[in-house]
């Protein structure tokens, strides 16, 4: 996708005036397999680069999700606590988790964009093998 | 690959990666006086000189003289006999959660049941499948309270068990958590316009029992659920369950969380234990729950069947980031206290409550008789705390006529209350009871 930046924990970030929507990269919800909850951030919540969100439980597993900036939490997917499979069946569109109004911009630059994205999760598959 | 943890080389490589020559450097630090001492034990017996012994020894535990009417958190209730015939039966007789759980299924629709009537008698949405007492319970329900909330302090009503307290501290000792405690008012109830001073944004939870250790019905519901609005602390009751069924319950007192020692159903005082501790949330909590849950769901055939659910709460999948390293149940308790409400029914423990409330009554009319007095104001279930100036003295006398007067609070909260027994009564006194009772104390305050 155009224009969105991603992170080597697999979240995606996408950048509109000074609020970031971000969401799991299809790579995420595919490893994590089927989602059953997503524990959700409240609003008005401040974050730093790094710290742990809240956690994605599937049926295999459970894992934390990270935040890519820093900001104030402003809005959060309301509708994946009803349907939190919208992760797995639409990861970079409906999926999207929460929109955090960003504190500095410059912390953008330090993420991936799509093709150095791709190329990180190439690198990936191949320690894996 | 090994499974084994002890071969040879990996004793080898472990022991040269700590710098030691060998596994006995590892207890350098341990007197050697103290590694596997000689131990004095007697030389061994026949079978009939064992049977001999332990008869003689069990013989000293004949308590059928004793009346006794000590609480303080493990009631003396009657037992029916139909408990001990079928929780004695081979397939409930074990202890824990199964460990390859989904070929149980008896037991796990035990379990089930017992998490159903947990959340009718508490009023909450999910129960755990129980755990050790109602203390680690409360304990736990701190834990989950600071695994939701950014705020790190707990406040404790001074009516709290002051032994659930100890294994609340305990418990909370490795983490940042801070506890406050707040002090009862004159009636014998948490103070709420202290607690209003106490209160703030980092408040993670207030925790209250109800009734409270001193017997006292915390009946401010409406105070506590007008400040847990305001404030947003998870609000955590610790209860009685046999009072539950005449006092409000969780919707008007806003729980959050209610736990509590489940002995009252069906479990005898043994001396303390084994106890039984119940743990319900609300929903909203679910995931942050400790212990285990049974599950209703169907089969790949569609038929109903039971399971362990919501474990990815538990540690073996969330790891450090569990709430809670609970992973059992307290199972053959949990059992017996669902025998215990299903034989009764709601109608059977709606009376057993009345004729607590009607007995403990008496027991302080025949009390004050003879010179106690009520030391709070505040309403009580079936225990209560009375004050009398010989008050120890009458109790030492009692017990060499092998009555219990309650608990001396001298014993929990020290000098201050020499004067101050906490009593309790329930279904379990008949009028010779009372009788003997009255006698008693009749010839020992002159």
């Given at each position: 996708m155009a224009g969105v930046l991603y992170t080597k924990t697999h979240e995606w970030v996408k950048v509109k005036g000074d609020v970031a929507t971000i969401g799991l990269t299809d790579y995420a919800q595919g490893e994590l397999g089927d989602i059953v909850f997503v524990e959700m951030p409240e609003v008005g919540t401040e974050l730093s680069t790094g710290d742990s969100v809240g956690t994605i439980e599937s049926v295999k597993t459970v894992s934390d999700y990270y935040s890519p900036v820093t900001g104030e939490i402003v809005e959060v997917n309301d509708n994946l606590e009803d349907a939190p499979e919208t992760i797995n069946e639409d990861p970079s569109g409906e999926g999207w988790i929460y929109r955090v109004k960003l504190e500095d911009k410059d912390e953008l630059e330090d993420l991936m964009d799509e093709s150095d994205y791709k190329q990180y999760l190439k690198k990936l598959q191949e320690e894996e093998e | 690959m090994h499974f084994f943890p002890h071969l040879p080389e990996n004793e080898i490589k472990i022991l040269k990666e700590l710098n030691v020559q060998n596994i006995n450097e590892l207890f350098s630090d341990i007197s050697s006086q103290n590694i596997n001492p000689e131990l004095k034990i007697p030389e061994g017996m026949s079978e009939l000189e064992v049977d001999r012994l332990l008869s003689s020894k069990a013989l000293k535990n004949n308590i059928s003289n004793v009346l006794s009417f000590a609480g303080a958190g493990i009631y003396p209730h009657y037992v029916p006999s139909v408990i001990d015939e079928i929780s004695g039966r081979g397939e409930y007789y074990t202890a824990y959660t199964p460990y390859q759980p989904e070929v149980s299924q008896g037991t796990l629709q035990t379990i089930y049941e017992f998490q159903s009537y947990i959340c009718a008698l508490t009023g909450l949405d999910v129960a755990n499948a129980s755990m050790y007492d109602g203390a680690t319970a409360l304990a736990e329900a701190c834990l989950l309270a600071l695994a939701n909330k950014k705020g790190k302090k707990i406040i404790l009503s001074a009516g709290v068990h002051p032994e659930y307290k100890k294994v609340i501290q305990t418990y909370l000792s490795c983490t940042d958590a801070e506890i406050e405690e707040v002090g009862l008012n004159e009636h014998g109830t948490t103070d709420i316009s202290k607690l209003k001073t106490i209160l703030d944004k980092d408040t993670a939870a207030v925790v209250i029992s109800n009734?409270?250790?001193?017997?006292?019905?915390?009946?401010?519901y409406n105070e506590f659920l007008n400040l847990k609005n305001e404030f947003g602390f998870i609000f955590i009751g610790s209860v009685n369950p046999v009072a539950q069924f005449v006092l409000k319950n969780s919707k008007h007192y806003g729980f959050d969380v209610v736990t509590g020692e489940g002995q009252p159903l069906g479990m005898y005082q043994s001396f303390g234990g084994p106890c039984l501790g119940f743990f319900a949330a609300s929903s909203k909590y679910a995931r942050k729950m400790p212990g285990r849950i049974v599950g209703l769901t169907t089969d790949a055939d569609g038929k109903d069947c039971f399971v362990l659910t919501l474990q990815a709460r538990e540690q073996h999948i969330r790891r450090d980031k569990a709430t809670s390293n609970i992973c059992s149940n307290q199972a053959l308790c949990a059992s017996r206290a669902t025998m215990y409400m299903s034989l009764l029914g709601k109608t059977g423990m709606q009376n057993l409550a009345a004729v607590n409330l009607k007995k403990s009554r008496r027991l302080l009319s025949i009390l004050e008789k003879y010179g106690f007095k009520k030391v709070f104001s505040a309403e009580f279930f079936n225990e209560f705390t009375v004050s009398h100036n010989q008050a120890e003295d009458i109790y030492n006398k009692l017990l060499q006529k092998d009555i219990v007067l309650g608990v001396k609070l001298s014993d929990f909260h020290g000098g201050s209350y020499n004067d101050k027994l906490l009593v309790c009564c329930t279904e379990n006194f008949l009028d010779e009871d009372f009788e003997r009772l009255e006698k008693s104390l009749k010839e020992v305050i002159k």
């Open positions: - | 009734p409270n250790f001193f017997g006292n019905i915390e009946n401010e």
